[in-house]
């Protein structure tokens, strides 16, 4: 799942015990047939429970590498996004 952020540290919506602060996630996106991966994703990350919140540009940036790899018909593809920039 995917969430906006709309500042940079706040409360957990999914455990309301953490606190987010800034990270790297992993995140792993399914379309049809296809899975992707995309490593290294800069996050606000819960924590507690380790749920992950991406901002408007990067959640951009991260459906997009997805969309591309998608329509190459990859069925699993990993993108690490240091090396992808």
Known sequence: MITQLKRN????VICKNGETTKGKATV???RGESIIVIKGVVASIC???GEYYLDKET???VLQK???AYK???EI???NMRKSA
């Open 72 to 74: 190459k018909g990859a």
């Open 47 to 49: 924590n507690n429970c």
């Open 77 to 79: 593809e990993v993108i």
């Open 9 to 12: 540290d706040m409360k957990c």
């Open 66 to 68: 997805a969309n591309e």
């Open 28 to 30: 792993t996106l399914e």
């Open 59 to 61: 959640t951009k940036e």
